[in-house]
Structures are given as C-alpha cells and as structure tokens.
C-alpha cells in the first residue's frame, strides 16, 4: 500500500524559508511524476509544482521563482523549497501523483506565514 509522508511545514514571517519533504513508501518511487499541492480551508486542493520521472519539472504562475521541486529517487523523496514566503501561501501541504489516479492523502503539513 502506498504511504505518503509529509514533513517541514511550520511557522515563518513573511521573506521567510521552508523546506518541505515528502516520503514515499508502496511503490518504485522513481517511475512516477510526483506533486506539491496545497489546500486553504474552503478551498479546493491545487496542484502547485510537479516534476516528472525524468525529472522535468512544472509550476504554477504564483509558485515561479519562488519555489523549487525536486527528488531523490534513491532516497524515495520529494522536496519543496520555498523562499520569499508570503500570507498567502498559508495552507497545508500535500504530495501525491499530480494526476489521477491519486493515491490516498497523506496527513499533509501545515505551512502558516505571519508575521
């Protein structure tokens, strides 16, 4: 059964950093697209940075620049570098394939940005 396993989130001022990590465990890790969502309460969940078996990576407009996708296939891990954190990229983070299908959710991580 596939696990997904997100840690890193936390409390950060605005201009801020964090680096978020994803573990996965159930499936050969480096034959699969991987991606960052995020969820604000309301909210649907979006898919903001994906990065591919090979490695290509894709992001939404708001994350371009500021957020950085990458992988260990040998560690089985996603990474998601965010810099110059704003309130707005307050939510809480997800990883999974970014198309279906999905596998099931991890508990996520709770990004808050606030002065």
């Known amino acids: 059964q596939v696990q997904l396993v997100e840690l890193g989130g936390g409390l950060v001022q605005p201009g801020g950093s964090l680096r978020l990590s994803c573990t996965v465990s159930?499936?050969?890790?480096?034959?699969?697209?991987m991606g960052w969502y995020r969820q604000v309460p309301g909210k649907q969940r979006e898919l903001v940075a994906q990065?591919?078996?090979?490695?290509?990576?894709r992001y939404e407009d708001s994350a371009k620049g500021r957020l950085t996708i990458s992988r260990d296939n040998g560690k089985s891990t996603m990474w998601l570098q965010m810099n110059d954190l704003k309130p707005e990229d307050t939510a809480v983070y997800f990883c999974?394939?970014?198309?279906?299908?999905?596998?099931?959710w991890g508990q996520g991580t709770q990004v808050i940005v606030s002065a």
């Open positions: 999974n394939r970014p198309f279906t299908p999905l596998w099931p």
């Open positions: 159930g499936v050969p890790f480096s034959s699969y697209a």
């Open positions: 990065i591919g078996a090979g490695s290509i990576t």
